[in-house]
């Protein structure tokens, strides 16, 4: 298969993780800016899980770009990454309407966990295949941001049943953690070309 092919897919099931999330904020029966503010922990979670989907799909698009060759095996792991990230409008809903309690918390915070394992193992299939010196293993280096997520995840998991808010600035923090713009593989593939381009010109 065509990575260009195992995008799209991955795009299209993104988009629609993004329009379920959505649905879930329902149009109030009131008239007035008072019949919005039950609705605000519901918006304030599909803005959390919008910003984390948001975060799938860029590092997703830059990672493929980065692979040499799907193999059967990056197939499999991306349905698992997929699988993950499409338990984030139930999360997310249940989260939302019921008020950011310790339950739904840490369910939250299992399937940022889970997601974040599973893109970890896309990640190490892509770099299997391609080799140690694959143009991804050289642009992720120490990955010290995809290291300290898991524990970061784990530990708003715990808190969520003694204090769930703290949990919530835990998700938050990751979230805006990996916001923060990191272009190594921009970058390494940019460099890939230029060279490739500098080689052809020299004969």
């Keep these: 298969m065509h990575k260009n092919r195992l ?17 879930e904020i329902k149009v109030p029966h009131g008239h007035d800016f008072a019949a919005l503010r ?30 040499g060759r799907i193999s059967g095996g990056i197939l499999w792991a991306n349905l698992h990454l997929l699988f993950w990230l499409s338990l984030v409008p139930f999360a997310t809903g249940w989260m939302g309407e019921n008020g950011f309690t310790s339950a739904t918390m840490a369910v939250y915070g299992v399937v940022l966990l889970m997601s974040g394992a599973a893109y970890w193992m896309l990640q190490g299939r892509i ?10 293993a050289y642009a992720i280096g120490k990955d010290l941001k995809g290291k300290a997520s898991p524990p970061l995840y784990l530990l708003g998991i715990l808190v969520s049943f003694w204090q769930p808010w703290l949990a919530g600035a835990v998700y938050v923090f990751v979230a805006f953690m990996w916001l923060i713009p990191d272009r190594r593989i921009e970058r390494t593939l940019n460099r890939k070309k230029a060279d490739q381009a500098e080689h052809l010109a020299a004969h």
């Design 127 to 136: 770099i299997a295949d391609d080799g140690p010196d694959s143009v991804l």
């Design 7 to 23: 995008e799209a897919f991955s795009d299209g099931v993104l988009a629609i993780i993004l329009t379920i999330m959505v649905l």
């Design 38 to 67: 039950p609705l605000l922990p519901v918006f304030l979670s599909y803005v959390l899980s919008f910003i984390y989907i948001g975060i799938y799909w860029n590092n997703h698009h830059h990672m493929l770009s980065s692979a």
